[in-house]
């Protein structure tokens, strides 16, 4: 069996800002990795496209896509979706949410990565978190669609956000991203629209790289964070 993993992005930079190391990582070790992207971020996350002379909708929406299409190409993405729900604020429908139900039921990910409970400053991002567990639980459900296999229990994590203060986020859990930091890199460069977060995501990945070297017996440079939802279940502790 092939494993799987779910990526549920709000926008469609987040998956690179906030997994990008994560995603190139299992993707490398062979690991399916599907990512949504709910929204293109047209509105809100791009300002840079808007301030260009002649711009449309359609052409950020265009633009944005191309972008992360590219980022994906680069870290081994094996699926992503463009489901254009609009941004802020985004639209999160019922028919949206069973077709998230469906995704989880198609692909059963080992683990699933979205966004944090809380951010004050970007609304469609806690709305996103809730969104995907909602989806998760139904998955779960025998009695959604009884022909389908039901999904078993898998983990979430949820990523960092831009202000992990103000956000009530803390991570539990430290990845270290050594051997993809360059592809997440070149994917983060891909993200043309918004190049004043290239810098700040290098710098996030080196203060996660030296926690998870302080807590650890490892040299490790680059890192992402992520907080778990549920607990781990381990046969040793060791």
Request: charged share 20%; with cysteine; proline share 5%.
């Amino acid at each position: 069996m092939t494993n799987t993993a779910l990526v549920v992005s709000a926008h469609s930079a987040d998956f690179v800002w906030r997994a990008g190391g994560a995603i190139a990582l299992h993707a490398a070790k062979g690991w399916q990795v599907t990512v949504v992207c709910l929204s293109y971020g047209e509105r809100g996350e791009s300002a840079k496209l808007w301030r260009l002379p002649g711009m449309t909708l359609d052409r950020v929406k265009a633009e944005r896509e191309k972008e992360a299409r590219a980022a994906a190409e680069v870290l081994g993405v094996h699926d992503i979706q463009f489901w254009d729900l609009g941004d802020y604020p985004i639209t999160l429908t019922n028919d949206s949410l069973f077709r998230l139900v469906d995704v989880y039921r198609n692909i059963h990910p080992g683990f699933v990565l979205t966004h944090s409970k809380e951010d004050p400053y970007n609304r469609d991002h806690p709305a996103v978190c809730e969104f995907a567990q909602h989806a998760r639980i139904t998955a779960q459900a025998h009695g959604h669609n009884p022909h389908q296999k039901v999904l078993g229990a898998p983990p979430v994590f949820l990523f960092e956000p831009h202000q992990p203060e103000q956000c009530g986020w803390k991570p539990d859990v430290l990845l270290g991203i050594d051997g993809v930091w360059e592809k997440k890199r070149a994917a983060i460069e891909c993200m043309a629209g918004q190049e004043h977060l290239w810098e700040y995501y290098t710098r996030v990945a080196q203060q996660r790289g030296a926690q998870a070297a302080r807590n650890s017996d490892r040299a490790i440079k680059y890192g992402e964070g992520y907080q778990s939802v549920f607990p781990h279940v381990v046969e040793t502790l060791g």
